[in-house]
């Protein structure tokens, strides 16, 4: 079979589906509009590529004026080490042999890297694994609602940084948080009593890093943080519709399907199954939007087949051979369906870019 990734210049009813595209000038426009916001408000940015996972998108965020980059994993940081970005934040527990020798290479290689910790055990695996010519800086992550990691209390946190400080191969970063959606107030009480605690011990605390793009334009809310950390905002997607941090003319991914079967009066199928549509529904009742058919919902998905109920709109769904476009759930898990991406402006391909942090879950 033929390469089904289109060359430049190529119409987007041309192309083989499913497929995800990405409108060049609404990225630019939300890459350009979040970090306006952020140098308004006097605070550093830093976005989470785990959205995109492409490095184009990255040089375009770092372009626009972003200090780094957010990362999940130790192997979806070297890619972008690779890439030659050197700052770099990993936000998450780091255990185990292997992960601790990569973490040493990427260690190595990139200036400014730091790592997040919310366990002794944590700490006492990252002190063993380094020296004190070259300290690693690690963040205390702290839960201030989000309920995922992080120490529970300003005093936890006080006592991790201590116990960072104390060791002569790791340097204390400052605070983290990954907040929960409409918490700012919670945040800013967190980050203010952490600060207190740790400046009663002499501790610097020079970063206080939170993020979510939910609430990426609410950040002005917790002024003691100095950078946010957002990933969703680059695409956006239905669920940052919903919340209302984007308009439908923001959504820059979209995932063309084609209608290969029309069985019933009140079904259709569409070649969009779950590998090209995330299973994540966010707290919807079904998983995409299709544009245009908002009364259409996509009720099942198979590996290759999305089962759409039409019953409120049959007399106006597209018939077999037709292609729709699906707004995502979730963006980022689409993201990390596909090998590449298809960028386009006015529906002709622009260029298509290689998801190179695709799969790198550990």
């Known amino acids: 079979m033929t390469s089904p990734w289109p060359a430049a210049g190529t119409p987007l009813d041309q192309i083989a589906t499913p497929m995800p595209v990405v409108d060049e000038e ?19 940015f830093r976005p989470h590529i785990k959205t995109h996972k492409t490095v184009g998108v990255a040089e375009a965020q770092r372009a626009a004026g972003a200090i780094g980059i957010n990362c999940q994993k130790v192997s979806e940081a070297e890619i972008f080490a690779d890439a030659g970005f050197e700052d770099i934040l990993i936000t998450y527990n780091i255990l185990g042999a292997a992960k601790m020798r990569g973490l040493r290479e990427l260690h190595d290689r990139v200036p400014r890297l730091s790592v997040v910790a919310d366990s002794e055990m944590t700490v006492a695996g990252l002190a063993s694994a380094f020296e004190a010519a070259r300290p690693l800086t690690v963040l205390v992550e702290c839960d201030t609602g989000g309920k995922r990691c992080g120490v529970q209390t300003p005093e936890a946190a006080a006592r991790l940084a201590e116990r960072i400080t104390a060791s002569p191969t790791l340097r204390f970063g400052g605070i983290l948080t990954y907040p929960a959606p409409g918490s700012a107030a919670a945040v800013e009480a967190f980050l203010v009593a952490t600060m207190a605690l740790l400046a ?163």
């Open 26 to 44: 609404r990225l630019a426009a939300n890459i350009h509009r979040a970090q306006a916001y952020f140098d308004a408000h006097g605070k550093a």
């Open 200 to 362: 009663g011990k002499g501790i610097d605390c020079p970063v206080r890093s939170s993020g979510g793009s939910p609430d990426l334009y609410q950040a002005h809310l917790v002024p003691s943080a100095t950078e946010h950390r957002a990933g969703t905002y680059v695409y956006n997607d239905r669920s940052m519709v919903r919340a209302g941090h984007c308009t439908r003319a923001d959504l820059a991914m979209h995932i063309l399907a084609t209608v290969v079967s029309r069985p019933t009066e009140d079904r259709a199928v569409l070649d969009a199954g779950s590998k090209a549509l995330t299973s994540d529904l966010l707290g919807f009742s079904d998983y995409g939007e299709i544009a245009g058919f908002e009364a259409a919902r996509i009720v099942s998905l198979s590996e290759e087949h999305a089962v759409v109920d039409i019953s409120e709109c049959r007399d106006r769904f597209p018939a077999i051979g037709s292609v729709v476009r699906i707004v995502p759930n979730h963006t980022c898990v689409v993201s990390n369906l596909f090998d590449r991406m298809v960028f386009h402006r006015d529906g002709i391909v622009t260029r298509v870019e290689d998801v190179a942090a695709r799969g790198t879950v550990w």
